[in-house]
């Protein structure tokens, strides 16, 4: 932030509680004294920055200078690990970060004022910690920065965003390696984008989760389900077929484990047992529906 106080505010174009949130934003700046409006950068960010009427309305009651930062890979959500719009976001001048997720909160504007004041050394009589429905998180922790990138990984896979999702989880594992959740969750990603066949996208799952021993048995499943696939890639076929038996044995209802099971049949051209495993997942995934 330059050496200033930065106040970032995230949006969705297609959401009336994003409106809401600019004017309460808004309305906690117009009690900021003018000398200090200086120190402050003000920020909202978006991902579909061609509505203009959303743009102009939050430009037109601005009581000081804003910037619209356009975010469509989801760069911004994933620094500061934001999941729901709208969220607002200060970051003092040590670096401190505090994200305060409206939602549905009556008491939302003391909270940020009372936060946005401490930043710029601004007496305020009001406390945060008396504002006990609006949640504030202080993120700075090396477990606290990899799932803020993880959780910007899943909601880019939702969105069939899969390189992205990679990016944001692979920045997640170079954070914090020693974590299961994340080292998993990242081959699973892998896993999902190198399905057509990618020796390189199996020697690293290998890599990420031959150490990794899962509490559940849907867990455990998950991970013999990743070491299976990338066995079978790397054509060691009597090893994958048997994790997956084992993988099936954990979670009897995973329709992927039967799926790559298939795979590995039809590999050895037992097409009767392809067959079975293959309509058995497509059983699974009907159930599921």
């Given at each position: 932030s330059s050496?200033?106080?930065?106040?970032l505010t995230?949006?969705?174009?297609?959401?009336?509680r994003?409106?809401e949130a600019v004017?309460?934003?808004?309305g906690?700046?117009?009690?900021?004294p003018e000398?200090?409006?200086?120190?402050l950068?003000?920020a909202f960010?978006?991902?579909n920055v061609?509505?203009?009427d959303?743009?102009a309305?939050?430009?037109?009651?601005?009581p000081?200078?804003?910037?619209?930062?356009?975010?469509?890979?989801?760069?911004?959500w994933g620094e500061f690990?934001?999941i729901a719009?709208?969220?607002?976001?200060?970051?003092?001048?040590q670096?401190?970060v505090?994200c305060?997720?409206?939602?549905?909160?009556?008491?939302?504007?003391?909270?940020v004022k009372s936060?946005?004041?401490q930043?710029?050394?601004?007496?305020?009589?009001?406390?945060?910690?008396d504002?006990?429905?609006?949640?504030?998180v202080?993120?700075?922790t090396?477990?606290?920065?990899?799932k803020?990138?993880?959780?910007?990984?899943?909601?880019l896979m939702?969105?069939?965003?899969v390189?992205s999702?990679?990016?944001?989880a692979?920045?997640?594992?170079e954070?914090?390696p020693n974590s299961?959740?994340?080292?998993v969750?990242?081959?699973?990603?892998?896993?999902?984008?190198?399905?057509?066949g990618?020796?390189g996208?199996?020697q690293?799952v290998?890599?990420?989760v031959?150490?990794?021993?899962?509490?559940?048995?849907?867990?455990?499943?998950?991970i013999n389900l990743?070491?299976?696939?990338?066995?079978?890639?790397?054509?060691?076929?009597?090893e994958a077929?048997?994790?997956?038996q084992?993988?099936?044995?954990?979670?009897?209802?995973?329709?992927?484990?039967?799926?790559e099971l298939?795979?590995?049949?039809q590999?050895h051209n037992?097409?009767e047992?392809?067959?079975q495993?293959?309509?058995?997942a497509l059983?699974?995934?009907?159930?599921?529906?």
């Amino acid at each position: 932030s330059s050496g200033k106080v930065l106040i970032l505010t995230f949006l969705s174009s297609q959401q009336g509680r994003s409106l809401e949130a600019v004017k309460d934003v808004y309305g906690v700046l117009s009690s900021v004294p003018e000398e200090k409006l200086t120190s402050l950068q003000v920020a909202f960010v978006m991902q579909n920055v061609d509505n203009k009427d959303f743009i102009a309305a939050i430009q037109e009651e601005a009581p000081c200078a804003v910037r619209i930062l356009a975010d469509d890979q989801y760069h911004i959500w994933g620094e500061f690990g934001i999941i729901a719009t709208p969220t607002i976001v200060i970051s003092g001048l040590q670096g401190t970060v505090l994200c305060v997720k409206p939602g549905l909160a009556y008491d939302v504007v003391p909270v940020v004022k009372s936060r946005l004041f401490q930043a710029l050394g601004l007496p305020c009589n009001i406390s945060p910690d008396d504002a006990s429905t609006v949640r504030t998180v202080a993120n700075s922790t090396v477990s606290a920065k990899a799932k803020r990138h993880l959780k910007t990984a899943r909601l880019l896979m939702e969105k069939d965003r899969v390189s992205s999702a990679i990016e944001q989880a692979q920045m997640a594992y170079e954070i914090d390696p020693n974590s299961d959740e994340v080292a998993v969750e990242l081959a699973g990603f892998l896993y999902r984008a190198g399905r057509t066949g990618r020796v390189g996208q199996a020697q690293k799952v290998l890599m990420l989760v031959s150490e990794v021993s899962g509490q559940k048995q849907r867990d455990k499943a998950r991970i013999n389900l990743l070491l299976g696939w990338a066995n079978r890639e790397l054509g060691r076929l009597e090893e994958a077929e048997r994790l997956l038996q084992k993988g099936i044995t954990q979670d009897p209802t995973s329709p992927r484990l039967f799926y790559e099971l298939g795979r590995i049949y039809q590999t050895h051209n037992d097409s009767e047992r392809a067959m079975q495993a293959y309509f058995r997942a497509l059983q699974l995934i009907y159930e599921e529906e």
